[in-house]
C-alpha cells in the first residue's frame, strides 16, 4: 500500500469555484501533514502545516485532517486562474517527507 | 522572505560524467535535504544532513551520490558517475528543526545525455 495516496487529476474548476483536494495515507504513526503547491519547473511551495486532527484556515485556504480515517484535504475558496498548479499533499516520517504524487489542478477563467 | 536557492537551474552532463549540484539553504536553518522528481513521477527524498553529517539516507542514495557542506553557507550533491536514470529535478530543503516544515529551492534540472 502506496504511503500517501493522491488522485492525480487532472481537475478542472471554474474561476469562483470552491475546490476540494484529497488524500490518504497508510500508517497511523504520521504525525504532520502539510500541503505544497509546485508551479510548472519549480520547487513544492509550502502552503499550510499542521499536525492536529481538525481544520486550520489561511486566507482562502483550509486545511483539513481526520486521523481516524486517515484522510487529509485541502479546500480552496473563491478560486483564481493564479491557483492552477499541481498540489502535493504531505506528511512526515522522522524528519523526511513523504509526498503523494500530486493533483493536476487548472482554474478556468 | 529568505529562501533556499540552487545553482545552476539546469545542467546537461554526459553519462558517466561527474555532476555537482549547489544549495545555498536559508540562513539559520540547521537541516538539509535532497530530494528528487523523475519526470511525472512524485518528490521522492534521497538524504538528510545534518551537524556535518548524512542523518538518513534512501537506498536510491548509493555510493555514486555524496553530499557536503563546505563552507558555512553552501551545500551540495555530488554524483559521481552519472547515468541516463539519473536525469530528473533535483531539489534542495532546509528547515530550522525536525518538527518544523521544510522549504524548497527551485531545483535543477539534471539532464544526462
Known amino acids: 500500500q502506496k504511503e500517501v495516496e493522491q488522485d492525480p487529476g487532472p481537475l478542472s474548476v471554474p474561476e469562483g469555484a470552491i475546490v476540494s483536494l484529497n488524500c490518504t495515507y497508510s500508517?497511523?504513526?504520521?504525525?504532520?501533514f502539510m500541503w505544497y503547491r509546485q508551479y510548472s519547473r519549480k520547487g513544492p511551495e509550502l502552503l499550510m502545516y499542521?499536525?492536529?486532527?481538525g481544520n486550520k484556515e489561511d486566507g482562502r485556504f483550509t486545511a483539513q485532517v481526520d486521523k481516524s480515517s486517515k484522510y487529509i484535504s485541502l479546500f480552496i475558496r473563491d478560486s483564481q486562474p493564479s491557483d492552477s498548479a499541481t498540489y502535493l499533499c504531505?506528511?512526515?516520517?522522522?524528519?523526511?517527507?513523504?509526498f503523494g504524487k500530486g493533483t493536476r489542478l487548472h482554474i478556468l477563467p | 522572505e529568505p529562501e533556499v536557492t540552487q545553482t545552476p537551474s539546469h545542467q546537461v552532463t554526459q553519462m558517466g560524467q561527474e555532476v555537482i549540484l549547489r544549495c545555498v539553504p536559508i540562513?539559520?536553518?540547521?537541516?538539509f535535504y535532497w530530494y528528487r522528481q523523475i519526470l511525472g513521477q512524485k518528490v521522492e527524498f534521497l538524504v538528510s544532513?545534518?551537524?556535518?553529517?548524512?542523518?538518513?539516507k534512501s537506498e536510491i542514495f548509493d555510493d555514486q551520490f555524496s553530499v557536503e557542506r563546505p563552507d558555512g553557507s553552501n551545500f551540495t550533491l555530488k554524483i559521481r558517475s552519472t547515468k541516463l536514470e539519473d536525469s530528473a529535478m533535483y531539489f534542495c530543503?532546509?528547515?530550522?528543526?525536525?518538527?518544523?516544515?521544510?522549504?524548497f529551492g527551485d531545483g535543477t534540472r539534471l539532464s544526462i545525455l
Open positions: 544532513f545534518y551537524n556535518n553529517e548524512i542523518s538518513e
Open positions: 540562513s539559520n536553518h540547521l537541516y
Open positions: 530543503a532546509s528547515t530550522v528543526n525536525r518538527d518544523q516544515p521544510q522549504h
Open positions: 499542521t499536525y492536529s486532527s
Open positions: 504531505a506528511t512526515n516520517r522522522d524528519d523526511k517527507i513523504i
Open positions: 500508517n497511523s504513526a504520521f504525525q504532520y
